[in-house]
């Protein structure tokens, strides 16, 4: 019986030091922030999760309001061109959370930090694709400074 505990035990301990760890997590709403800009995540049609795997630890999730948030400080970190970093976003249609770089990008929405972007699963005419939306993004923010120089990276 000692031995099948023991078993037990160091089995777990084992399967707790792996990091097979994908996707998303759970947001509270209405509680959880920003990472970028640190409002509150309390809109579900257009929050954002970025996913990093630094060397030698356990992957750790950022939480966003705004695609244009997780984008714009993804590109100020050494996981930009890190081919395992995974980006999430709520589809604004359905709520659900889709993988953000096969999303569909419809532009002119009313989204939290004013960046217009809204994601879904399905192409619809005049979507942008992941590429065209990071350049939007990008275009939008060089535009209105909506941030200024003034926020933690």
Known sequence: MTRLFFIFWFTLLLSACGDDQTGTVDVKWDRDVCHRCQMMLSDRDFSAQVRTFPKNKRSKVYKFDDIGCAVLWLSTTEFKDDPKTQIWVNDYKTKKWINAKTAWYSKG????????????????????????????????????NIHGGNLAH
Do not use: S, W
Not at 119 to 143: N, P, R, S, W, Y
């Open 109 to 144: 929405l009313n989204t939290p930090m004013n960046y217009g972007l809204g994601a879904q699963a399905t192409k619809v005419k005049g979507a942008l694709d992941f590429q065209q939306a990071v350049k939007h993004i990008g275009e939008v923010e060089a535009k209105l």
